[in-house]
Nanobody, 115 residues
Framework: QVQLVESGGGLVQPGGSLRLSCASS????????MGWYRQAPGKRREFVAS???????TYADSVKGRFTISRDNAKNWVFLQMNSLKPEDTAVYYC?????????WGQGTQVTVSS
């Protein structure tokens, strides 16, 4: 059974940084993409960043230049370095792994940006 476990969330002041990690366990085959989504209170879940197996990296416009996604392909882990955080980045962040015939999600980690 595939499991994704996020960590690294927390409370940070505006302008601060956090690094999220997503550890996968179980047998995952034919990964197409690993990435991050987020959901703020009262809003729909939205795309943040993705790192495809072919090397293509995509960011939402709202995080470009501030967030950096990376992968450890040997472990099937994915990371999100978040710098210059803003209050509007406050949300639950979810790890996402897309394979040929399925999509896996983590349970989420809370990120709160507040002074």
């Amino acid at each position: 059974q595939v499991q994704l476990v996020e960590s690294g969330g927390g409370l940070v002041q505006p302008g601060g940084s956090l690094r999220l990690s997503c550890a996968s366990s179980g047998n995952i085959f034919s990964i197409y993409s690993m990435g991050w989504y987020r959901q703020a209170p009262g809003k729909r879940r939205e795309f943040v960043a993705s790192h495809n197996t072919d090397g293509t990296i995509t960011y939402a416009d709202s995080v470009k230049g501030r967030f950096t996604i990376s992968r450890d392909n040997a472990k099937n882990w994915v990371f999100l370095q978040m710098n210059s955080l803003k209050p509007e980045d406050t949300a639950v962040y979810y790890c996402n792994v897309e394979v040929a015939l399925d999509t896996y999600w983590g349970q989420g980690t809370q990120v709160t940006v507040s002074s």
